[in-house]
Nanobody
Framework: QVQLLESGGGLVQPGGSLRLSCASS????????????MGWYRQAPGKQRELVAT???????TYTDSVKGRFTISRDNAKRTLYLQMNSLRPEDTAVYYC?????????WGQGTQITVSS
């Protein structure tokens, strides 16, 4: 069973920045881990969970339109860790953010970390 531990959430003013981290408990080799697809999702109150950004097999990144140019997804395969650098945060970015790791046909999720953007 793989566990994902997110950190870095909190309260930030509009225009501010935060960096989320997601550490994976998997013990596979760095080369194998680099092939996994990982992503960040978020869920705002009363809304469905949405995909924010993905790191596909460590070579390709995708972003939902609303965060393009503001958020950057990255990973350190040696540390088995995924990151999300969030700049120019807006109130509409307020949500619980979840880390996701896909291994074959299984999805693993973190517990979620709250991001609140408010003045």
């Amino acid at each position: 069973q793989v566990q994902l531990l997110e950190s870095g959430g909190g309260l930030v003013q509009p225009g501010g920045s935060l960096r989320l981290s997601c550490a994976s408990s998997t013990t596979v080799s760095t080369n194998i881990f680099s092939l996994y697809t990982m992503g960040w999702y978020r869920q705002a109150p009363g809304k469905q969970r949405e995909l924010v950004a993905t790191s596909i097999r460590g070579t390709t990144t995708t972003y939902t339109d609303s965060v393009k140019g503001r958020f950057t997804i990255s990973r350190d395969n040696a540390k088995r860790t995924l990151y999300l650098q969030m700049n120019s945060l807006r109130p509409e970015d307020t949500a619980v953010y979840y880390c996701n790791l896909k291994i074959v046909r299984t999805d693993y999720w973190g517990q979620g970390t709250q991001i609140t953007v408010s003045s």
